[in-house]
């Protein structure tokens, strides 16, 4: 698979926020839970129709890390997405969360919203990036 170099898992993650929010705008209000249940249990990404970022980029490699993560563990995966504002749309959808604006939400904030402490909300967030993480090693 064609990466590019990434120095940081910030950096990647950063990528992946950038990437998850232009996909809001493709994707029609969808969220990645329902593509998985319309195309059966695999999940494209790309396609036939316009440019789109590429399929084997490091954004698609943390949203597949992402996905896993909330198969076994959905807080840490939720935590993970709200620090970084990474489709957090779809957090706050399913968890009904009103009125949340991530726009200079800090941490405390970003627990609050999740109804969690700001301690069990920073050992979850270590825990989904030492996750994230180490499946990014597995898979280059």
């Not at 620090?83 to 627990?111: C, M, S, T």
């Not at 402490?117 to 979850?124: A, C, D, G, K, V």
Request: aromatic letters at 8%.
């Amino acid at each position: 698979m064609a990466r590019r170099k990434v120095d940081t898992l910030d950096a990647a993650l950063e990528l992946w926020a950038r990437w998850s929010c232009a996909d809001q705008a493709v994707s029609g209000g969808r969220s990645m839970l329902a593509k998985l249940i319309d195309n059966k249990g695999e999940l494209f990404f790309g396609g036939s129709v316009g440019g789109g970022p590429p399929a084997d980029g490091i954004e698609c490699a943390i949203e597949v890390a992402v996905l896993s993560l909330f198969a076994t563990d959905p807080l840490n995966a939720d935590v993970l997405r709200m620090e970084y504002n990474a489709a957090w749309w779809l957090v706050a959808a399913r968890r009904g969360i009103e009125q949340y604006d991530p726009r200079g939400a800090d941490q405390y904030n970003k627990a609050h919203a999740l109804g969690i402490s700001l301690r069990t909300y920073e050992r979850r967030l270590k825990a989904a990036r030492t996750f994230t993480e180490t499946k990014l090693r597995l898979s280059k």
